[in-house]
């Protein structure tokens, strides 16, 4: 089943992010998801600096952050691009980011997410995420484009 428009994501009004949601559903022409192959870097230009891209190995757990974009970066004053689960020491953080993810990364399905919590840093973060899978073989989740905007 490919998801269709965001109605399954009431809480989503963002429109940046609905335009990422509409640009993603489109990309996958018919399929679950699309690829990353799929996702041209010039058509994500306007969500760049938002954008974080995990890419998943074995599980859940064996992931590495591909590419982190600058408005990310800069709120948490760290460069986590190549690095994985290492870097999520705090035990409140995980257990959100595996609350967030595992869902995405099991079924293959787009969410939205608004949370406010305290990072691995030590550092406040309210925000709006809309995760996206992708998958290489089209059925499974090899990677997730993660939008995040700091509200």
């Given at each position: ?52 891209l995990v890419e998943f190995k074995e599980s859940l757990f064996d992931y590495r952050i591909r ?53 691995s840093y030590g550092i406040f973060s309210h925000q709006a995420k809309l995760l996206l899978p ?18």
């Amino acid at each position: 089943m490919v998801a269709g428009p965001v109605a399954n994501m009431p809480n989503l009004r963002d429109q940046r992010l609905l335009r990422l949601y509409d640009y993603w559903h489109e990309k996958a022409e018919g399929r679950r998801m699309p690829a990353y192959r799929d996702i041209d870097a010039l058509d994500m230009k306007s969500w760049l600096g938002n954008l974080v891209l995990v890419e998943f190995k074995e599980s859940l757990f064996d992931y590495r952050i591909r590419l982190e974009g600058t408005h990310i970066e800069d709120y948490y004053g760290d460069r986590r691009t190549g690095h994985g689960f290492e870097l999520v020491t705090s035990a409140g953080e995980r257990e959100l980011l595996m609350r967030q993810y595992r869902p995405v990364y099991e079924d293959g399905r787009p969410a939205y997410y608004e949370a406010a919590f305290e990072n691995s840093y030590g550092i406040f973060s309210h925000q709006a995420k809309l995760l996206l899978p992708l998958s290489q073989d089209g059925q499974n989740v090899n990677m997730i484009l993660a939008a995040i905007y700091f509200l």
